[in-house]
């Protein structure tokens, strides 16, 4: 426009920026906003607000701030959608604490946010762990008689679930209910979550019952993963076969995730069955199994005595490229010690120790106490030794299992 000489006036160029602006060419609005300033072409709030807007789509925080400092060097008027714009590209950024210092400046230039600014702001603060200013948010947004939303608590919920604040998540769960505000599945989510960090099987379990009651869809993993997980770290693997039963008739398909809390849950159950049973369905459909879906089952297989099937679930593991840990080797191994395997406990341990795995107590007191049932009292010294050459700490069970190895052996 400008090389043409053509005269800019102040309706072609906010015409521009608009359709900049709606076709996502942030960029090009900026340097319209530019060439206007450089021909001294006014520009009005209308067009400053459409370019912070674009800034913001596309995620430039940075350009988003400098087009609302020229807004404000200018006496331009700077309104609600002015500073509401700069603030949700500051949270898209991540940028919680600007957007946080700009929601200051906006009062303090008596412009009235909306629930729009201050959801942003959560939300920005969210992302940066800051669950007390999210919380101070949310008062404020109360005692400025904004109609609290859905979207604003469900920010501050999955705020204070982020930032371990748990109770506090739970308590604000509760207070969706006495403001009449509508729960979705975000809200459900973000509560189920915070019940699974905090180890509160059951409050998840009635908090999923009222989600059901309500008829809020759609379901999805994000409110059965945690619900299952709360479970599994309960105990419960009853009620977690009963929720995973239950996701094929509400249309969720099996992520990761849930199967790995499932066959956990199964696990500490004792349920070595149903966990290879789940094991293999998910396999069947073509979902990853990660090391801890592994070393969960090989567990579960070896408080079953199960020694053979955890031996072939791990060698499963190295063709499915699974990464070992130590708690698997210390499963297989203390599978391959209640089964009398001395021989396969002692040659894992060594695969250990050439791989530079990280060993601990569990692992050689169990292989000592393989060797022992073994009757191999010079094995299981030689363990010892191995022990102490890799300066892993001895404990009394280390000792009780190596003076039975040496009393069987005599």
Not at 180 to 197: M, P
Not at 354 to 362: F, G, P, R, V
Not at 378 to 399: C, D, P, R
Request: proline residues 1%; hydrophobic residues 40%; aromatic residues 8%.
């Amino acid at each position: 426009m400008a090389q043409r000489k053509v005269e800019s006036t102040e309706t072609t160029c906010n015409a521009a920026i608009s359709s900049c602006a709606k076709g996502g060419e942030w960029a090009t609005a900026v340097g319209i906003v530019n060439v206007m300033s450089r021909s001294n072409v006014e520009l009005d709030t209308i067009a400053s607000n459409t370019a912070i807007s674009a800034c913001e789509k596309g995620s430039q925080w940075d350009s988003a701030l400098r087009l609302l400092r020229a807004t404000l060097q200018c006496s331009m008027e700077s309104n609600t959608i002015s500073f509401s714009s700069a603030i949700s590209a500051f949270e898209k950024g991540g940028e919680w604490e600007k957007s946080f210092e700009l929601l200051g400046r906006m009062t303090s230039s008596k412009v009235q946010p909306s629930a729009t600014t201050f959801n942003a702001v959560i939300s920005a603060c969210a992302q940066g762990g800051e669950w007390r200013r999210a919380l101070s948010l949310l008062g404020a947004f109360t005692e400025i008689n904004l109609k609290t939303h859905t979207i604003t608590l469900n920010a501050t919920i999955t705020t204070c679930e982020k930032g371990c604040a748990w109770e506090t998540a739970a308590r604000l769960w509760d207070v969706v209910a006495q403001k009449k505000v509508r729960y979705d599945v975000v809200t459900f989510g973000a509560a189920l979550s915070a019940c699974e960090k905090a180890g509160e099987w059951e409050s998840a379990l009635w908090r999923f019952g009222v989600m059901l009651e309500s008829r809020v869809r759609p379901l999805g993993s994000t409110t059965f993963n945690p619900t299952i997980s709360a479970c599994e770290k309960g105990g419960k693997w009853e009620k977690a076969s009963k929720l995973l039963s239950m996701m094929p008739e509400s249309a969720v398909s099996l992520a990761t995730m849930t199967s790995n809390a499932a066959i956990s849950a199964y696990e500490k159950g004792g349920q070595w069955k149903k966990a290879l049973q789940l094991f293999i369905v998910v396999a069947q459909r073509n979902v990853e199994h990660c090391t801890i879906a592994f070393s969960a089952l090989i567990s579960a297989c070896e408080k079953g005595n199960e020694w053979e099937k955890a031996l072939l679930i791990f060698g499963l593991m190295a063709q499915s490229k699974v990464q070992y840990t130590t708690l698997t080797f210390n499963a297989v191994i203390s599978a391959c010690e209640k089964g009398n395997q001395w021989e396969k406990a002692l040659q894992l341990l060594h695969t250990m120790v050439q791989s530079s795995m990280e060993l601990d107590s569990i692992t050689f007191n169990a292989v000592i106490s393989s060797c022992g049932k073994g009757e191999e009292w010079k094995q299981a010294l030689h363990v010892l030794s191995v022990m102490e050459q890799s300066k892993v700490e001895s404990n009394e069970i280390t000792f009780n299992a190596a003076i039975s190895a040496c009393e069987k052996g005599a």
